[in-house]
């Protein structure tokens, strides 16, 4: 009778504790007058809770600090598996929650247990009302706060999407020509002028614009790197991560090797995760920070491979984990991202992966952000992040 009890406490919809709550909207977003279909189906993940998070710190500085005698010697995919997934009861017992409301299509990988349920059983089991936001840019399906059954507290890191409303955005674009004055004054150094060159970049048929930009060797002054010669047979490799829809180019990293004489060396798109599209047509791109973060790593790393994570995840198109529809309710690339690249041997992961991309701190709620930082830490396990 007991364990009936016990199993039924689980299952019931949630009206414990509440797991998260915004006071207020993030600033630019408002509600939507109107409500939600609650038929309409939502792709939603449970990230459950790390087991032996407290050792994560410690871990990382052993394999990531040149005086520790485990400097460079990162642990497996399977070793860190064994460290951190949750308990399978943790599985269980949630798996068992999301039976009990209705959800279907319920699948775990040891950390994040994803499933497919309607509008109306999300405001069931989460206690909570869903609705549509918009920063005048994008439309999400939000709510302002949740609840899990008490038992499941401290199983449960957080439920996606929710409350993390995110506003993604590269974090350096060349848009316009920019004067010599005005880059001294945001750099906060004086320029060489050697490191500087302009050209003349087509913008139409019969007209061209100057653009100034900082030359490849000046990045190697800058990091000095100038006298360090790569040694390709090492095997090292390097990575970069893409989102926003973008992608980068080709043909515009051809010309970017033209210009700067640069030897000629392409890159490879590594994966397409979370419905990302690795588009090369020139009329729809969108490459912006993909094709600054290409074109600065092949002009430093002299021939070492180099490969691009597209991560989907942008408004309007964002796909769902388990349908290939397009839906409103996910947008949280950085799970996904990080998601799929946990779940890859070693052998499978380059030795460095840089991303560039960022949040308005104010988007994102505080358990999002730790989930996200634990699982960059993580990474710091395997490769360089």
């Known amino acids: 009778m007991l364990s009936l009890l016990n199993f039924l406490a689980i299952v019931l919809p949630a009206s414990g504790a509440v797991h998260e709550a915004l006071e207020v909207l993030p600033h630019g977003w408002r509600a939507m007058p109107g409500g939600v279909p609650k038929g309409m189906k939502m792709t939603m993940q449970v990230a459950l809770a790390y087991q032996n998070i407290d050792q994560l710190e410690a871990k990382l500085a052993y394999v990531s600090t040149p005086c520790s005698p485990g400097y460079g010697k990162y642990i497996d995919v399977g070793e860190q598996t064994s460290m951190f997934a949750a308990p399978m009861e943790a599985q269980n017992n949630v798996t068992s929650w999301l039976q009990g409301c209705g959800a279907s299509n319920i699948a775990s990988d040891g950390s994040f247990v994803t499933f497919t349920t309607t509008v109306g059983q999300a405001n069931a089991m989460l206690n909570t009302t869903f609705g549509f936001y918009t920063n005048g840019d994008a439309v999400k399906l939000r709510t302002m706060g949740y609840s899990i059954p008490d038992e499941l507290s401290e199983k449960i890191d957080l439920v996606a999407p929710t409350t993390y409303f995110g506003n993604t955005k590269a974090q350096r674009r060349v848009s316009a020509p920019t004067s010599k004055a005005k880059r001294s004054v945001m750099a906060k150094r004086q320029l060489n002028a050697s490191c500087e060159i302009t050209i003349q970049y087509p913008i139409s048929a019969n007209a061209t614009q100057p653009f100034t930009l900082l030359s490849p060797q000046c990045l190697k002054e800058l990091y000095n790197v100038t006298n360090y010669s790569v040694d390709v047979s090492a095997g090292s490799t390097i990575a970069f991560g893409s989102f926003l829809n973008q992608s980068a ?137």
Do not use: H, W
């Open 249 to 385: 180019s080709y043909s515009d990293l051809a010309m970017f090797e033209k210009i700067f004489d640069i030897p000629s060396q392409n890159f490879t798109v590594k994966a397409l995760i979370n419905g990302g599209v690795d588009n090369q047509n020139a009329t729809t791109e969108q490459d912006g920070e993909a094709n600054l973060d290409v074109q600065n790593i092949i002009s430093i790393v002299d021939g070492l491979p180099v490969t691009e994570y597209i991560t989907g995840g942008f408004p309007p198109f964002i796909p769902d984990l388990l349908e290939p529809n397009a839906s409103l309710e996910s947008n949280e690339p950085y799970l996904n991202y990080y998601q799929y690249l946990l779940a890859q041997p070693n052998s499978n992961l380059p030795y460095v992966i840089s991303n560039s991309y960022g949040d308005n701190e104010n988007t994102v709620p505080e358990r999002y952000a730790q989930r996200v930082c634990n699982m960059i830490g993580m990474m710091g396990t395997l490769i360089n992040e």
